[in-house]
């Protein structure tokens, strides 16, 4: 889906572009660009997401799941993690 939002060279994205890319909701993207979590440049009265900011973010995101991630066989099934709760 992502793109048919962009061009290939496209620096910049509204927040609604950039949630999409990440595959989040946009009012957990405005709350990433208020804690600072994720870069963003005003334009006039528009929000603009520079493409590296996303990347850093993503960086960041595997940077620390990495140091906490288990091996892929210690990972849960799906409905596997329910079955341990009872």
Known sequence: MASSLSGPGQLLYSVEEAASLLGIGRTFMFHLLATGE?????????????RDAIDGYIERLRAQQGATAKEPGDLPLPGERDRQRK
Do not use: E, Q, T
């Open 38 to 50: 994720i870069d963003s440049l005003k334009i006039g009265r528009r929000r603009k997401i520079p």
